[in-house]
């Protein structure tokens, strides 16, 4: 900037003296243009506030799509990745067993903040119809918003559901919907949007090329996370209460993290492809491709090096924003989660991805929750198995709201309270298959991949949908479980007939043992084809 405006000197003095009025407006017009870009895509750290003082509790929650619970201390993990996870652990609660019913985006999202299993909330996949997308009763959001919160959603481009459906907050910065053929076709080939996008990660990019900003496969961290502190330094100068929701795709496919986060662990004399990402995920053929693969043509251990760079980049950024409410003065009266929408197979289960599979003690359905703040117990490790589902009830509750009674998830208060279990049961299904993903039942019934399965029923929103003639199939073509803290139970569907599998979670979670404990078989056996009984779209079928 200096060498610019040193120059602009140089070229005023000499135009001036050779009466070149011309190239002097020329000059002048280049510098104004430089500042106005400078000033705009600058971005700068917010100040810290001297807090309001408010008469009811606050709530943050932070979120990384595909976070594992293993990556969090306390969990047998080799590697310190989360010391500022931790720190709010060891000051809350840690929910070690919360399971969500559907380990996909926007299915797992709605069971949050709905309080319901997706076959009563309907959003089963990533392409809801755009009826589907009117939920069917008021969302955590809606009642915060009667109760007079401030309700806002921060997110890049895995967030965009907060937008899609209908949680209504009352304040959005996210990306539109990236499952639009419009906006595919605004961003071109794989070329072009990947060299544009590194253009336009600050705020002009945001405001003009936000098909570029929140490009899919590139992530925000340190941008989402000072834009939640900006959010915060509002917010409490003002004596609203407020919820804030940031969700980022941090951790999320391909496993991109920015300097110097990618070279902690990988290492120095790495010669393979997956260098800084993992590659070949440029096309939807691409990711079908690699879909249908198994361990045998990955470089597991690379992939797990770059993930547990994303780990480390975004408890960073989680620090920032805890340091900011502290020094803020927010602290006394702001509770704080940390929580995630699924986790990731590493090929624990035959498969990599989210949601294909339930196969014993699957590690992309287990979420890391962590609660602390006000009223919430400190210290503990809860142990029993809770549910995504109980989020909503546990944090009205601690907010002194009341909890609506047509919800499927119970508040955890008390359990929480008296270190008691629950005893509660967890029920799951599985996602949409891009493809044919490894180690499925070979008489599983299966639809078209995930190209010849979407539809554009809406050419002017252009929304991009599960063909309706197909959708029976999807539905009917999933698996589902049940589990407690010990034993897990699923079902598969397949051309001749369910097949039931028994897995003893604490002793041997990748074999079926149905054989050797008929009892236990038989009474979640029932449990569980009365809950799929219940699902509306496959009695009526």
Same mark, same amino acid.
């Given at each position: 900037m200096a060498f610019f405006v040193s120059g602009w000197i140089s070229a005023f003095y000499f135009s001036t003296a050779e009466g070149e009025l011309s190239f002097l407006i020329y000059i002048a017009g280049l510098a104004a243009l430089y500042t106005y870009i400078h000033w705009a895509a600058s971005e700068k750290e917010p100040a810290v506030i001297q807090s309001t003082k408010q008469n009811k509790m606050n709530v943050v929650m932070i979120g990384a799509d595909t976070l594992r619970c293993d990556r969090i201390s306390g969990n047998g993990y080799p590697r310190n990745l989360t010391p500022n996870i931790d720190k709010l652990r060891s000051q809350g609660v840690s929910l070690k067993t919360?399971?969500?019913?559907?380990?996909?985006?926007?299915?797992?999202?709605?069971?949050?903040?709905? @309080?319901?299993?997706?076959?009563?909330h309907r959003i089963r996949d990533n392409y809801p119809s755009e009826s589907d997308c009117k939920l069917p009763q008021p969302s955590l959001i809606d009642l915060l918003n009667q109760h007079g919160y401030l309700t806002a959603a921060i997110s890049d481009w895995c967030g965009a559901d907060f937008a899609k459906l209908s949680f209504n907050f009352s304040e959005l910065s996210v990306a539109e919907d990236q499952w639009n053929i419009k906006l595919l076709l605004r961003q071109g080939s794989s070329l072009i949007r990947n060299v544009l996008s590194l253009f336009t990660k600050n705020p002009l990019g945001k405001r003009f090329l936000p098909e570029f900003y929140y490009l899919a496969g590139s992530p925000l961290t340190r941008q989402m996370g000072r834009e939640c502190r900006n959010y915060l330094k509002r917010c409490g100068q003002k004596s609203q209460p407020f919820f804030i929701n940031l969700f980022t795709s941090a951790t999320h496919v391909p496993f991109n993290s920015e300097y110097p986060y990618y070279n902690l662990f990988t290492p120095a004399d790495y010669k393979g492809e997956s260098r800084f990402i993992m590659t070949r995920l440029a096309s939807a053929e691409e990711i079908i491709e690699k879909q249908e693969k198994n361990a045998d043509f990955f470089d597991i251990q690379q992939i797990n090096n770059l993930y547990d760079s994303c780990v480390k980049q975004f408890d960073d950024e989680v620090g920032r924003i805890v340091d900011y409410i502290e020094h803020s003065g927010l602290a006394d009266n702001t509770i704080i989660i940390i929580y995630s929408d699924h986790g990731a197979d590493f090929f624990e289960t035959g498969c990599w991805g989210q949601g294909n599979t339930l196969v014993g003690n699957d590690p992309s359905g287990r979420i890391p929750l962590i609660i602390k703040g006000p009223g919430v117990p400190s210290g503990i490790d809860f142990t029993p198995v809770t549910r995504s589902i109980d989020v909503m009830p546990t944090l009205l509750e601690l907010l002194d709201l009341p909890v609506p009674a047509n919800i499927d998830g119970i508040s955890l208060v008390p359990y929480l309270e008296t270190r008691t279990s629950p005893e509660l049961f967890a029920y799951q299904e599985t996602g949409v298959w891009l493809g044919r993903i490894p180690g499925l039942h070979p008489r599983q019934?299966?639809?078209?991949?995930?190209?010849?399965?979407?539809?554009?029923?809406?050419?002017?929103? @252009?929304?991009?949908?599960?063909?309706e003639q197909l959708y029976p199939t999807v539905i009917q073509a999933k698996n589902r479980s049940i589990q407690n803290h010990k034993w897990k139970l699923i079902y598969i569907p397949t051309y001749d007939g369910p097949v039931y599998q028994l897995y003893d979670l604490e002793n041997d979670p990748y074999r079926?043992?149905?054989d050797q404990f008929p009892l236990i078989f038989a009474e979640l056996k029932l449990l569980l084809d009365a809950h799929i009984a219940n699902d509306s779209l496959i009695a009526a079928h």
């Open positions: 919360c399971i969500t019913p559907l380990a996909r985006t926007a299915p797992s999202l709605t069971s949050l903040l709905t @309080g319901l299993w997706p076959q009563n019934i299966f639809y078209p991949n995930i190209v010849e399965l979407l539809d554009i029923p809406n050419k002017k929103t @252009g929304t991009l949908v599960i063909n079926d043992v149905t």
